[in-house]
């Protein structure tokens, strides 16, 4: 069989089985937990392990397209180079009007992620602010309260009545923030989710695609895809570590 073609055919079915495996990540993602308390939630050990395994296919991936890029023969880095210099002055206009629409695609996309970004920590100042200003009352008189060995009867009695106090405000929180079906940290990820499908993983094929373009390498597209999962999963670690031990 023709090797060229052979390679081709090979190059097709990583580049699907490769795609198919980031939409695997994508179903694979668990649902924001309902679990207010973090202790025996394995909530966070998922998305952690989750993550690892996403970093280490896009190191992977990264370590190929350099693999690949290094074994280039002489021969083959001025073939490259002659591309560009013996462009004719059409393709040079249509090269030129690319990479301003890719400018502004960036710059664009870039603003978006802000928003998204601020929104988040917006709301997590929201949550600790909360936090402090329901609980923190709670907390402090509970630590007023006499302590230790000869502990009146009066102060166990009170401090239970503020631990049940304490855990129904937190509780309040929690659901307001967490656990909720219309809970805060839900709708932004829900958002965010829909964010990154349809900009971000499209912004990012087209900028790997440029890049690997200059070595003359065909763009992963998995890669793209990878990326927002893991950001996407940063956020929900992120969310889950506001919870209380």
């Known amino acids: 069989p023709n090797p060229a073609r052979r390679n081709l055919i090979l190059l097709f079915l990583l580049t699907l089985t490769l ?23 394995e909530f966070g050990k998922n998305i952690q392990n989750l993550r690892s395994e996403i970093k280490d ?9 350099e693999a690949k890029a290094s074994k280039m023969t ?7 180079a002659m591309k560009y210099q013996n462009m004719s ?7 030129q009007n690319d990479m301003m629409a890719m400018t502004q695609a960036q710059a664009e996309f870039q603003l978006a992620s802000t928003e998204f970004e601020n929104r988040f920590n917006q709301l997590e100042a929201e949550f600790r602010s909360a936090f402090g200003k329901r609980l923190g009352p709670i907390e402090q008189e509970y630590l007023k309260l006499p302590d230790g060995e000869g502990t009146p009867q009066w ?11 304490y855990n129904k405000e937190y ?15 839900k709708i932004w990820l829900k958002d965010f989710n829909k964010f990154l499908v349809e900009k971000e993983i ?9 890049q690997y373009d200059q070595y003359g390498i ?20 992120a969310i889950a570590g506001l919870r209380r031990p």
């Open 202 to 210: 499209p912004f990012n094929q087209r900028m790997i695609k440029m």
């Open 19 to 41: 795609s198919a495996k980031a939409q695997n990540y994508w179903d694979r993602i668990p649902a924001l937990t309902s679990q207010c308390y973090s202790d025996n939630d």
């Open 89 to 95: 002055a059409d393709e040079i206009i249509k090269r």
């Open 57 to 65: 296919k896009l190191e992977k991936s990264k370590q190929a397209v």
């Open 155 to 165: 102060a166990i009695k009170k401090g239970e009545e503020l631990m049940t106090a």
């Open 74 to 80: 002489k021969e083959e880095q001025m073939a490259m």
């Open 171 to 185: 509780g309040s929180i929690c659901n307001e923030y967490f656990s909720s079906s219309d809970a805060k940290f």
């Open 218 to 237: 065909a763009a992963d597209e998995s890669v793209a895809a990878l990326m927002a999962v893991d950001r996407y999963l940063e956020k929900c670690g």
